[in-house]
């Protein structure tokens, strides 16, 4: 069974950076599409970013320019480096997987990913 961990959130300052690790097993990892969704309180789950089995990146507007997902395929890791934060970033960030079928417009959708993480809370403070 695959499993997620991720590691790496806590307390920052508004314009500050953090960077987000999510440690993979149980699954050829390179075969899989990765991403990072995120959850505020009394919010939806919603798409923050993913990366292609090939290394296509995608993201959500609202962190085009601050954020950059990565993957280390010979680690089975992924990471997510986020700059400029700000505190509407405040959420619990999730990382998941799913086979990589190729229909890139899926990547955007939580249904899409069958493997979760347990999250990582990241708190931006003004």
């Known amino acids: 069974q695959v499993q997620l961990v991720e590691s790496g959130g806590g307390l920052v300052q508004a314009g500050g950076s953090l960077r987000l690790s999510c440690a993979a097993s149980g699954r050829i990892f390179s075969s899989d599409v990765l991403a990072w969704f995120r959850q505020a309180p009394g919010k939806e789950r919603e798409f923050v970013a993913a990366?292609?089995?090939?290394?296509?990146?995608y993201y959500a507007d609202s962190v085009k320019g601050r954020f950059t997902i990565s993957r280390n395929n010979a680690e089975n890791t992924m990471y997510l480096q986020m700059n400029s934060l700000k505190p509407e970033d405040t959420a619990v960030y999730s990382c998941?997987?799913?086979?990589?079928?190729?229909?890139?417009?899926?990547?955007?959708?939580?249904?899409?990913?069958?493997?979760w993480g347990q999250g990582t809370q990241v708190t931006v403070s003004s």
């Open positions: 998941a997987a799913q086979h990589d079928w190729g229909s890139t417009n899926a990547y955007y959708t939580r249904g899409h990913y069958i493997y």
């Open positions: 990366i292609s089995s090939i290394g296509g990146t």
